[in-house]
């Protein structure tokens, strides 16, 4: 079975500082990562995908399939930063499946 | 442009009421569909999806089903609620076919089961 885990519930920086939202997977197949994000009072929205290799609001994610990781990175935060995060999995069987998220909180 | 409804947006049911969510796709045809449950420490669990027409996969057992009785409407029920049915729920879709897809969310729906 697929499975996404993001081991911090919490992480909290200072503005300017570097992030890292941890995310890990466990799936037998090819996998298709995704990490979204929900601003305060707005609806969940796809942040980035690893297929892309794209960088979204200074956002960077890269997926290591040695060490089933897919972790989100920026190296400098903002206080607009501050969101939920989710990672995500979307297996071929239409399945997908999401981590618990982290809630990362910019501090000025 | 495609767009997702649900609703309502809250609800407060009292124990043992029966309980409808519906949840509605517009712009697309044949999308996959969606139920989540977002509560705090928990992230989101998914508790239902659906690739077609009266095809629904259940995720986790529960005192949940869900229903698609047309191919852009999603319908999550509960013959008797229980209290622990309380949370936030989300309903999604995602395009039939493709890889590495977006996935699109309703605004939710906050149900109080009192």
């Known amino acids: 079975a697929q499975r996404v885990t993001q081991p911090e519930k919490l992480l909290s920086v200072f503005k300017g500082a570097p992030v890292e939202l941890k995310c890990n997977y466990s799936y037998s197949g090819s996998p298709e990562l995704f990490w979204y994000v929900q601003y305060s009072r707005q609806r969940l929205q796809l942040l980035l995908r690893h297929i892309s290799r794209e960088s979204i609001k200074g956002f960077t994610a890269d997926l290591n399939k040695g060490e089933t990781s897919f972790h989100l990175k920026k190296p400098f935060a903002q206080e607009e930063d501050s969101a939920m995060y989710y990672c995500a999995l979307f297996s071929g069987y239409s399945t997908l499946t999401f981590g618990k998220g982290t809630m990362l909180l910019v501090s000025p | 442009s495609q767009t997702i409804h649900q609703w309502p947006a809250t609800l407060v049911q009292p124990v043992g009421s029966p309980l409808s969510l519906e949840c509605t796709v517009e712009g697309t045809s044949n999308p996959n569909l969606y139920w989540y449950r977002q509560a705090a420490g928990r992230g989101l669990q998914l508790l239902f999806y659906?690739?077609?027409?009266?095809?629904i996969s259940s995720e986790v057992p529960q005192n949940l089903s869900a229903s698609r009785p047309q191919d852009r409407q999603f319908i999550l029920s509960s013959k008797k609620l229980l209290l622990s049915d309380s949370g936030f729920y989300l309903c999604a879709w995602t395009p039939g076919q493709g890889v590495n897809t977006e996935a699109f969310f309703g605004q939710g729906t906050r149900l109080t089961v009192v």
């Open positions: 659906s690739v077609g027409i009266g095809q």
